[in-house]
């Protein structure tokens, strides 16, 4: 993800030359050679950006993207999952897009939006104008992100999260929980590891990941069948 006053699944970078705000939130194809590979410098090597986590911040202008994904019985024959994202404290901004690079993706629509005086809605993004103080943007959608790796191994990979501004990556909080068949899967494998500054708790058929960061950061999430 990348928020810029531009953003990837959702990360934050500022460009200044076209939009000033673009979000995205994204899916790349998995590697599966990450799954035989148990090494720190294996970790931060695919985090690229100079990558730095952080302790948290209690700050209300650090931008802050919340995403849920319900992975259910038909998306581990599908891949399609359900997605609902919010985003808080948006930068002050004339006109910014909320862009997602997902390959296959439908249904995206607003649920929420607070001090965003123009929405418009588009297959693959959604245009703001008038972005005021403490401005907030909920979507839905469906995304195809599960992917099949083997006859009982799963893999999602989310990212790169980033807010750039200019030459230089600022403080970004990003929080994911994935809610998943527990009767059906369970958690195999998060990267990176939990460690100060990226947190991982899992309960039953629910992973929940918090983290605070400075640079890019990909998550990547392995799964097996029971």
């Not at 990837?8 to 673009?22: S, Y």
């Not at 720190?40 to 650090?62: K, M, T, Y």
């Not at 004339?94 to 965003?116: H, P």
């Not at 983290?211 to 890019?216: K, L, N, V």
């Amino acid at each position: 993800m990348k928020l810029t006053t531009h953003f990837r699944a959702i990360a934050v970078t500022i460009c200044g030359l076209l939009l000033p705000v673009m979000l995205v939130a994204a899916e790349t194809p998995l590697d599966e050679s990450w799954l035989e590979d148990d090494s720190e410098s294996r970790a931060l090597q695919l985090n690229e950006g100079q990558l730095n986590f952080i302790a948290s911040i209690h700050d209300p202008s650090i931008l802050h993207s919340d995403t849920h994904l319900w992975i259910t019985a038909e998306s581990m024959q599908t891949g399609w999952v359900k997605m609902q994202q919010c985003y808080r404290h948006l930068d002050v901004v004339g006109r910014t897009d909320v862009m997602y690079a997902y390959r296959e993706m439908k249904n995206l629509e607003v649920t929420r939006a607070e001090q965003i005086a123009q929405i418009r809605v588009k297959p693959h993004w959604v245009e703001l104008e008038d972005v005021e103080k403490g401005a907030e943007l909920c979507v839905q959608a469906e995304v195809r992100i599960l992917q099949r790796l083997s006859d009982k191994t799963y893999g999602m990979q989310n990212g790169p999260y980033h807010r750039k501004f200019l030459d230089g990556y600022y403080p970004y909080h990003v929080s994911l929980t994935v809610h998943y068949p527990n009767a059906e899967m369970q958690l195999k494998r998060v990267e990176p590891k939990a460690q100060d500054g990226f947190y991982v708790t899992e309960k039953s058929g629910i992973l929940y990941i918090d983290s605070w960061f400075e640079g890019e950061l990909r998550i990547r999430i392995e799964f097996s069948e029971k």
